[in-house]
Nanobody, 125 residues
Framework: VQLQASGGGLVQAGDSLRLSCAAS????????MGWFRQAPGKVREFVAG????????YSTDSVKGRFTISRDNAKNTVYLQMNSLKPEDTAVYYC???????????????????WGQGTQVTVSS
């Protein structure tokens, strides 16, 4: 599975961005999809995840109410809608695909097998 993330950019605090991650080379609908981010000097952290059907979604506390993950299996694409962006959201954002795990969304990087190249999100104050 190849993943291509896009949609990052430089925005001001309070603005919105929508990240996209297009998948190819596999059966997209089988995979749990996740978004992670990594700020300079920090470890890569889980942001949000969604099961293959979209029935289960989870996002980390720091983005709840601001970020929404969704997927379109017909387009082999997962999205991350980011609203009310803050300077602390600045990071490289990665999408990832992992094996199905029922209704469970896993938070660790080791739970995901395939990774996109990352897209930079910079939020100025």
């Amino acid at each position: 599975v190849q993943l291509q993330a896009s949609g990052g950019g430089l925005v001001q605090a309070g603005d919105s961005l929508r990240l996209s991650c297009a998948a190819s080379g596999g059966t997209f609908g089988n995979y749990v999809m996740g978004w992670f981010r990594q700020a300079p000097g920090k470890v890569r952290e889980f942001v949000a995840g969604i099961t293959w059907s979209g029935a289960s979604r989870y996002s980390t506390d720091s983005v709840k109410g601001r970020f929404t993950i969704s997927r379109d299996n017909a387009k082999n694409t997962v999205y991350l809608q980011m609203n009310s962006l803050k300077p602390e959201d600045t990071a490289v954002y990665y999408c990832a695909a992992g094996p199905p795990s029922g209704p469970i969304i896993r938070f660790t990087t080791s739970s995901y097998d395939y990774w996109g190249q990352g897209t930079q999100v910079t939020v100025s104050s």
